[in-house]
């Protein structure tokens, strides 16, 4: 089974409203990250959070990691048109050589 | 820009063809990989490769063959494939591990006919 499952599979909001995806994952961790993809090209990398950091900004982004409860939590902040897009997380399952992605969170900006 | 390109960005192939395509990354990286993305599906990584060697094949049939004479260029051979085959298939590269950040191109949507 996956790795990392993002929550909601879907979210519409109107624009200026913040937008909060979740992921949670099942196994230990070195590092957490999130990407961004728009409607059929390749993903973006947002953030890297580390197993030992609890929060991490970026412009209108603010990213949580728990470790004691395997999730995270990606927050964007006055949501813009241009946010438009599909969310994923990433994990590297500790030990594993290899980045595991979920199947994402896609978000639609309502102007 | 994110410093990988890929060829062809669109590829209509039959089941019979033989098709490549290609990766190259302008970031000084010394890993790549290949993904596959399908419709309602996580996203599937295919093969790995650190300083030319592959590391990683994820159990790929063998009807994608891949390729990477150097650093910043990687290949995927295609030969004999299916129609469920089609789909969006991504390179992406890194400095360091796989469990760095890795950048990504924009992506050779694939359909098999």
């Known amino acids: 089974s996956q790795q990392g499952e993002e929550d909601p599979q879907a979210l519409s909001i109107q624009e200026g409203e913040n937008a909060t995806m979740n992921c949670s994952y099942k196994?230990?961790?070195?590092?957490l990250q999130w990407y961004r993809q728009n409607s059929g090209r390749g993903l973006v990398h947002l953030i890297l959070i580390r197993s030992n950091e609890r929060e991490k900004h970026s412009g209108r982004l603010r990213v949580t990691l728990d470790t004691s409860k395997k999730s995270s939590s990606l927050l964007i902040t006055a949501s813009r048109a241009a946010d438009t897009a599909s969310y994923f997380c990433?994990?590297?399952?500790?030990?594993?050589?290899?980045?595991?992605f979920g199947q994402g969170t896609r978000l639609t900006i309502n102007p | 820009e994110t410093g990988v390109t890929q060829t062809p960005r669109h590829l209509v192939m039959g089941m019979t063809n033989k098709k490549s395509l290609k990766c190259e990354q302008h970031?000084?990286?010394?890993?790549m990989y290949w993904y596959k993305q399908s419709a309602k599906k996580p996203l599937e990584l295919m093969f790995v490769y650190n300083f030319k060697e592959q590391t990683e094949n994820n159990s790929v049939p063998s009807r994608f063959s891949p390729e990477c004479p150097n650093s910043s260029h990687l290949f995927l051979h295609l030969h004999t494939l299916q129609p469920e085959d089609s789909a969006l298939y991504l390179c992406a590269s890194s400095q360091g591990g796989s469990k760095e950040t890795q950048y990504f191109g924009p992506g050779t949507r694939l359909l098999v006919l």
């Open positions: 970031l000084g990286h010394n890993a």
């Open positions: 196994t230990s961790i070195n590092n």
């Open positions: 990433a994990t590297d399952m500790g030990g594993a050589q290899k980045l595991v």
